[in-house]
C-alpha cells in the first residue's frame, strides 16, 4: 500500500466514524427540534406569566417533539383547567400532558 493509500484510508475511515457520530438516534433531537422545543417553552411560560391566577414560579414547562408537559403545583382545579388551556392554545403544540397538583 502506497503513502496516498494509507492517507486515502485514514481519512475515510475518519469520515465514516465523523458521519456515524453525527447520526440521530431515537432519544436525540435536531437542532432545528430542539430550538422549535425551546421557543414553545418560552411561549407557555409567556401566558402562563400573563395570566394573573397562575403563578409562573410554580408551574414547571418542559417541551419534548412539541407535547408540553406542566408539572408543579397550582391552588385549584380551576388554574389547573387554565394552564392547560393557556398551552394547548401556543401553536405548535401538539398535546399537552398534564403532571400538576392542587395544593
Same mark, same amino acid.
Request: aromatic share 4%.
Given at each position: 500500500?502506497?503513502?496516498?493509500?494509507?492517507?486515502? #484510508?485514514? /481519512?475515510? #475511515?475518519?469520515?465514516? +466514524? /465523523? #458521519?456515524? @457520530?453525527?447520526?440521530?438516534?431515537?432519544?436525540?433531537?435536531?437542532? $432545528?427540534?430542539?430550538?422549535?422545543?425551546? *421557543? +414553545?417553552?418560552?411561549?407557555?411560560?409567556?401566558?402562563?406569566? $400573563?395570566?394573573?391566577?397562575?403563578? *409562573?414560579?410554580?408551574?414547571? *414547562?418542559?417541551?419534548?417533539?412539541?407535547?408540553?408537559?406542566?408539572? @408543579? /403545583? !397550582?391552588?385549584?382545579?380551576?388554574?389547573?383547567?387554565?394552564?392547560?388551556?393557556? #398551552?394547548?392554545?401556543?401553536? $405548535? !403544540?401538539?398535546? !399537552?400532558?398534564?403532571?400538576?397538583?392542587?395544593?
Amino acid at each position: 500500500m502506497t503513502m496516498v493509500q494509507r492517507v486515502c #484510508a485514514v /481519512f475515510t #475511515a475518519a469520515l465514516m +466514524i /465523523f #458521519a456515524l @457520530g453525527c447520526a440521530s438516534s431515537s432519544k436525540q433531537q435536531s437542532t $432545528g427540534s430542539y430550538l422549535d422545543d425551546s *421557543v +414553545i417553552t418560552t411561549k407557555v411560560k409567556s401566558a402562563i406569566l $400573563g395570566e394573573p391566577s397562575l403563578s *409562573v414560579t410554580d408551574i414547571k *414547562v418542559e417541551t419534548d417533539e412539541k407535547v408540553v408537559k406542566l408539572s @408543579g /403545583f !397550582v391552588e385549584s382545579q380551576a388554574a389547573m383547567n387554565k394552564a392547560i388551556a393557556l #398551552a394547548r392554545a401556543v401553536p $405548535g !403544540v401538539t398535546s !399537552v400532558k398534564n403532571d400538576m397538583r392542587v395544593k
